[in-house]
């Protein structure tokens, strides 16, 4: 199975998927294990929890996943994505270092670059957070 993960422009230390793939209904599955040795990730926790923002990059990551592949398999330059919009998020619980959260990324609707996704992630099976947000996705150089 190919990693998605690799069809998104982030770089370590905040490159954080560890495996993204394709599902059979299109959506995008992704796995992320919170490590305690990144100085980025270090930085934002709080007493060891994962804040909601991190929660929602890790999130935006996995949907960057499904524009990379596009773009992958038209030999175009791998997109940046732009967050503009949340329509609905809610945390369900603290989400600590050595954590694995499964992601699901559906898209909804696409209008040209606008992509709006269903955002679901979960910890042992239990969510820990849901959505709707909103993307754009940029070629670079193409806006500020």
Request: hydrophobic letters at 50%; one cysteine or more; proline letters at 7%.
């Amino acid at each position: 199975m190919e990693n998605l993960a690799q069809f998104i422009p982030h770089k370590p230390p905040m490159h954080w998927l560890d495996q993204a793939w394709l599902e059979e209904d299109g959506s995008i599955g992704a796995r992320w294990t919170i490590p305690d040795d990144n100085l980025v990730i270090n930085t934002l926790l709080q007493a060891k929890v994962l804040p909601p923002g991190a929660v929602l990059e890790v999130l935006a990551q996995a949907a960057a996943c499904k524009a990379g592949l596009s773009a992958s398999q038209s030999r175009a330059p791998i997109p940046a994505g732009r967050l503009v919009a949340i329509e609905d998020l809610s945390f369900a619980g603290p989400i600590r270092v050595g954590d694995t959260l499964e992601l699901r990324i559906s898209v909804i609707r696409q209008w040209q670059n606008l992509l709006k996704c269903r955002l679901l992630a979960t910890v042992r099976g239990e969510v820990a957070a849901m959505g709707v947000a909103t993307f754009a996705v940029v070629v670079q150089g193409q806006f500020p």
